[in-house]
């Protein structure tokens, strides 16, 4: 099974700045890695998908890049709509697909 | 609108078994693959079953292999989940989605609650 680790468990960020959001696993899992959002009391949802594909209607802020066992989320101009938690998942080798355990994005 | 809506969860005692439903509406459910996904209170997610949009090819993770059975009726467009011998570490919002060819989560439902205590 593959271990999805995220880093950093909680970030503080001013709106209108950068976020970096970490994700790494256990072993490569190529391009196969997606990114959700989760807000309190929401399910989640799709923002990028194939490590830096944007889902439909996600806004531009949102970006994605790495690949093997190195990922990042960067949401350029934080928003007061974007602090929730987001999770990374690896869909490369599965079953078992797995997620991290999530980064919690707070206003700072 | 394109949409999942599940049902079925609530209160059951150690031991004892409920039925998970979803709803799908909005799009051409025979055509997708479906996906169990569960979260713990306070917790991330976990995947929980694959279904292919045929039934041929099922899944589940190893916390559920055994218990749980996924099924699906496309006549109905609808998922199930029959959960057998529930633990209390089963106690979480189990969530219904669409996924692609992969095991991408392309839609989710909004999610159903199951309590596993005495």
């Known amino acids: 099974e593959i271990v999805m680790t995220q880093s950093p468990a909680t970030l503080s960020v001013s709106p209108g700045e950068r976020a970096t959001l970490s994700c790494r696993a256990s072993?490569?899992?190529?391009?196969?890695l997606a990114w959700y959002q989760q807000k309190p009391g929401q399910a989640p949802r799709l923002l990028i998908y194939?490590?830096?594909t944007r889902a439909t209607g996600i806004p531009a802020r949102f970006s994605g890049s790495g690949s093997g066992t190195e990922f990042t989320l960067t949401i350029s101009s934080l928003q007061s709509e974007d602090f929730a938690v987001y999770y990374c998942?690896?869909?490369?080798?599965?079953?078992?697909?797995?997620f991290g355990q999530g980064t919690k994005l707070e206003i700072k | 609108e394109v949409q999942l809506v599940e049902s079925g969860g609530g209160l059951v005692q150690p031991g004892g078994s409920l039925r998970l439903s979803c709803a799908a509406s909005?799009?051409?459910?025979?055509?997708?693959?479906m996906n169990w996904v569960r979260q713990a209170p306070g917790k991330g997610l976990e995947w929980v079953s694959y279904?292919?949009?045929?039934?041929?090819?099922?899944y589940y993770a190893d916390s559920v292999k055994g218990r749980f059975t996924i099924s699906r009726d496309n006549a109905k467009n609808s998922l199930y989940l029959q959960m057998n011998s529930l633990r209390d570490e089963d106690t979480a919002v189990y969530y219904c989605?669409?996924?692609?060819?992969?095991?991408?989560?392309?839609?989710w439902g909004q999610g159903t609650l199951v309590t596993v205590s005495s």
């Open positions: 989605a669409r996924v692609s060819s992969t095991a991408m989560v392309t839609l």
């Open positions: 909005g799009f051409t459910f025979s055509s997708y693959s």
């Open positions: 279904i292919s949009s045929s039934s041929s090819t099922i």
């Open positions: 072993q490569s899992v190529s391009s196969n």
């Open positions: 194939g490590a830096s």
């Open positions: 998942q690896q869909y490369n080798n599965w079953p078992p697909t797995t």
